[in-house]
């Protein structure tokens, strides 16, 4: 993925994520990190920004911590 993609896509989850933490360029790799209460997704443009996401990241995880889930996303940058 280039990072312009990248750029756009992180723009997006921080319009509709509030807690978002990121690291870049750890070996040409990107990891973001989420942190929510729960996944909602209440309209179909969250819908389609969380899907994007989802298909342009290499891998991803979903873990209960405390009252929060942490979603941890890895992208592959060019």
């Known amino acids: 993925m280039h990072r312009g993609k990248f750029v756009e896509i992180l723009e997006g989850i921080k319009n509709n994520f509030n807690n978002v933490s990121v690291?870049?360029?750890?070996r040409n790799k990107a990891l973001v990190t989420i942190?929510?209460?729960?996944?909602?997704v209440e309209s179909k443009?969250?819908?389609?920004?969380?899907?994007q996401v989802l298909d342009n990241c290499t891998n991803y995880s979903i873990?209960?911590?405390?009252?929060?889930?942490?979603i941890t996303l890895e992208f592959d940058l060019q």
């Open 23 to 26: 690291i870049e360029n750890f």
């Open 63 to 70: 873990r209960p911590e405390s009252n929060e889930l942490t």
């Open 45 to 51: 443009v969250r819908q389609r920004v969380f899907r």
């Open 35 to 40: 942190r929510t209460p729960a996944i909602v």
